[in-house]
Nanobody
Framework: QVQLVESGGGLVQAGGSLRLSCAAS????????MGWYRQAPGKQRELVAT???????NYADSVKGRFTISRDNAKNTVYLQMNSLKPEDTAVYYC??????????????????WGQGTQVTVSS
């Protein structure tokens, strides 16, 4: 069982910055891709940014140049630095971690886990 704990959301004025963190805890797992998604009221959940175990990143066009995703493999933690925030960035932000656990006979088995979500509100 892998649990995720998010932190860092809050209320900020347009143009401000926030940093989100998501820490994974458990035993005998290996983290693979990590990412951040968001869901605004009345909208579908959308990808914000992802980062592979090798450090390759991918961003939604709407956040390129403003947001930076990073990870600390030793701490099993993924971060999202959000700068130049806009009111349209207002949403609940969820972290997602893909991990694997070594199982007897079958070898590594992949799993997917989501954080509880953290509210980010950007006022104009």
């Amino acid at each position: 069982q892998v649990q995720l704990v998010e932190s860092g959301g809050g209320l900020v004025q347009a143009g401000g910055s926030l940093r989100l963190s998501c820490a994974a805890s458990g035993s005998d797992f290996r983290t693979n891709a990590m990412g951040w998604y968001r869901q605004a009221p009345g909208k579908q959940r959308e990808l914000v940014a992802t980062i592979t175990s090798g450090g390759s990143t991918n961003y939604a066009d709407s956040v390129k140049g403003r947001f930076t995703i990073s990870r600390d493999n030793a701490k099993n933690t993924v971060y999202l630095q959000m700068n130049s925030l806009k009111p349209e960035d207002t949403a609940v932000y969820y972290c997602n971690i893909r991990f694997s656990i070594q199982r007897a006979i079958v070898g590594p088995v992949g799993y997917d886990s989501w954080g509880q979500g953290t509210q980010v509100t950007v006022s104009s």
